[in-house]
């Protein structure tokens, strides 16, 4: 993907939403309601799951925003609670139409500063397949956004081969975010959802990915959040390895395929995630524009050397954009 890209930092993990998106159909769906010109209401089956503001929708807003962090681009990808990968297929290839469209609309006001990560309907892996291919062919996007988990699917199933081999295909940039309805429940029952849950919830997808055969070389899927606790567990998966499957790569040595956003808060944690998916396979993420953000962006960057900082904050991401090749697959 060819892009001017203004000097600055690169965020690859902010998201956005319309603000009036509406339910595809009966059933258990996010929704949003406005409440007033730059606030709204993000509904789930009609109950309140998140108050929001026009950072969400405006791309004037997220300028000024993004103009006084020093952050150049974003990556714009949808508010996870909207992926809905376990719900009907039909009325879910709506949904994801509706945000794509959108999402092309809000970053097509900033070309060269607002880049797309669309939604997919990944428990119907022909229509994920197609709604990909229109997201980067047709609407420019640099890629898509998926959850940890498809229902009760792993990323590592090979039923979702096809997905990935034409994400490889387009070099398309997938991001993994977790998604607060997926979590395990001993997580959320203890209020942990977003320090525990999320984070388990990304190992254990990340885990699947890097035991089993590499199928995919080349494809760029970037964990959010710094790969969850999966730099961490990996020495442990390691040793499960060298026991169950002898002959196999280690996890540690398949985990430099991955991708992982800057995420962690905390220095030591992001040295460790570099160390484990490679210092050019970082890339700045900061959840804009929710309160658990990292505000400045890459603020967590100021405790690295200048080298890892330059690579995180900007050249990292402009590789994953020119990884983005519509025009080979057309
Ligand atoms: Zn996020």
Known sequence: MRANVPRGRIDVHTHAIAPDLAAPGPGRWPTVERTADDAADILLDGALYRKIDDRCWSARRRLSDMDAD????????????????????????ALCATQNDFLADL????????????????????????????????????????????????????VLDPFFDEAAGLGAFVLVHPVDQTLDPRAVALGLGFGLGMPSATAIAGAGLVTRPPRRPGVTVCLAHGGGALPQILPRLDKGSSLDRPDAPPPTQLARDLWCDSLTYDAASLALSAERFGADHVVLGTDYPFVVREAPAGAVLDHVDAALRQAIGRDNALAALARVSPASRR
């Open 107 to 158: 970053c097509g006001q900033a070309p060269d500063r607002l880049f797309a990560l669309g939604a997919v309907p990944l428990q119907d892996v022909e229509a994920a397949v197609g709604e990909l291919r229109r997201c980067v062919l047709d609407l420019g996007f640099a890629g898509v956004e998926i959850g940890t988990v498809v229902g009760t699917t792993e990323l590592a199933d090979p």
């Open 70 to 93: 020093g952050v150049a681009a974003q990556f714009v990808s949808p508010i996870p609670v909207t992926l809905s990968h376990d719900q009907p297929v039909a009325p879910t290839v």
